[in-house]
């Protein structure tokens, strides 16, 4: 079982619609949650930052974390074409004194107009 | 705030050739800088963990003496792929994380090797 899954879609939508994607993890040492969005030939860019359970609001992005059930959703309201990208979910532990970041394989999203 | 600028965005060389990659913090220290690799319609593979001031750590089956890593500064780390090779060719994204607080990585735009 990998660390961190990921439904790599791809996945699309009408504009307008809401849009859930989420990811599930095996290792409970995580500590922090984030998704990324990452547009073609770029770097990701962070959308969403948590590290506890619940529900954290930015704009159109909602990011719901379930530490219980090693659930993370990114829900994205009133979908644009310009959200047409590939998210990626990401996990953070330290290991040795370090970081590590787990990535999933990235859900592939377009938004039609 | 927290943008990390990678240079050169674009890079096509011949074999055999050095190559070196900047990974700047514009509007923040970072103790730490990371170097990713990507493959095509793939998620990033972490190389290597670089620290100011102290030598790199480099992930399993990363060649050390292949790719170089500096980081002279908390502003500042370099990325020299060493003698490139075709197989070399890739995507390498940089990303940095602010000294202070519990803050998470924010990363540059890639750079785009190409190895002819």
């Known amino acids: 079982q990998k660390e961190v899954e990921q439904d790599p879609g791809p996945l699309s939508v009408p504009e307008g619609a809401i849009v859930s994607l989420n990811c599930t993890y095996s290792?409970?040492?995580?500590?922090?949650f984030m998704w990324y969005r990452q547009y073609s030939r770029k770097g990701p860019e962070l959308l969403m930052y948590?590290?506890?359970?619940g529900n954290k609001e930015d704009g159109r992005f909602t990011a719901q974390v379930d530490k219980s059930s090693k659930y993370i959703s990114l829900f994205i309201r009133d979908s644009q074409p310009s959200d047409s990208a590939t998210y990626l979910c990401?996990?953070?532990?330290?290991?040795?004194?370090?970081?590590?970041?787990?990535f999933g394989k990235g859900t592939k999203l377009t938004v039609n107009p | 705030g927290a943008v990390v600028s990678q240079h050169p965005s674009r890079v096509i060389c011949k074999s055999g050739t050095s190559v070196k990659i900047e990974c700047r913090s514009l509007?923040?220290?970072?103790?730490?800088m990371f170097w990713y690799r990507q493959f095509p319609k793939k998620s990033l593979m972490l190389m290597a963990t670089?620290?100011?001031?102290?030598?790199?750590?480099?992930e399993q089956g990363v060649e050390k003496d292949k790719f170089l890593i500096n980081h002279a500064s908390l502003t500042l780390s370099t990325l020299t792929v060493t003698s490139a090779h075709p197989e070399d060719s890739s995507f390498y994204i940089c990303?940095?994380?602010?000294?202070?607080?519990?803050?998470?990585?924010?990363f540059g735009d890639g750079t785009r090797l190409s190895i002819l």
């Open positions: 290792n409970s040492a995580f500590q922090y």
């Open positions: 948590t590290y506890s359970s």
């Open positions: 990303s940095a994380k602010a000294s202070w607080g519990l803050q998470p990585q924010h």
């Open positions: 670089s620290n100011e001031g102290s030598k790199a750590t480099y």
């Open positions: 990401a996990m953070s532990l330290t290991q040795g004194g370090s970081e590590k970041l787990v």
């Open positions: 509007d923040f220290q970072a103790t730490t």
